[in-house]
């Protein structure tokens, strides 16, 4: 069972299996309640959390109710804890919402809330970042996480979020990084999926982007902070939430 359990978790997209579990959730919950994990993002307990991940499999890493990731529990945890992100007034740019986000941030009555994606049927604006359709300094915070890596163009991409953002507006871009690589790596001459999966971790990527992630964000013409989020929490706090230790949360801001 656990090996199925570990081949559908690989298999299927996980805004799949977020569409999925949404009428099965109260069932999910009472299946996988305990004391040994907290999801921050909707407050609950659990026994465990699952495993995830393309090729290898990381243990603890998807909530079962929210089916968020480390890197949702980092962002939610410092959104919580270091802004006020959910008591002041602003508006808020969301390209390719994810969908647990989406559901939380169109309700909160503080956030003039806009989401955007080419594709995705559940946004506000269709919208390609390469082009967005909004005016210039139009918004207080922008979210784009794991975007960019889908985009040869990302200079492009970067300079249209920084055009869109207020001066003294801030915003969080993740993108998987490894930490280790100086330089990014990519080759737009690989277009086959399994190529795509073998050298960037995933079929519709187009890098892995290193350190130098931040001077690209530079160039586009942010500050940045490369900001370890996951290791102001003590140990035991970082295994209760189920963070990644050396993760980084990217966070930019315009002057």
Known sequence: MRKVTKLLLNKIPRPLLIKMSIWARPMIYQFFKGDKFIDPIDGKSYRKFLPYGYGTQRENALSPGTLSLERHRQMWLYLQNETEFFIKNYKVLHIAPEQEFLRKFKRMRNLDYISADLYSPIVDVKADILNLPFADESFDIV???????????????????????????????????????????????????????????????????????FDRLKKAGFETDVNFYSQTFSEEEIKKYGLRKNEILPLIYKK
């Open 143 to 213: 979210f784009c996480n794991h975007v960019l890596e889908h985009i040869e163009d990302d200079a492009k991409a970067m300079g249209e979020l920084y055009r869109v953002l207020r001066p003294g507006g801030w915003g969080i871009v993740q993108v998987p990084m490894k930490n280790a690589l100086e330089e990014t790596y990519e080759d737009f001459t690989i277009k086959d999926p399994k190529e795509r999966q073998k050298h960037f971790g995933q079929y519709d990527h187009v890098r892995w982007y290193g350190m130098d992630y």
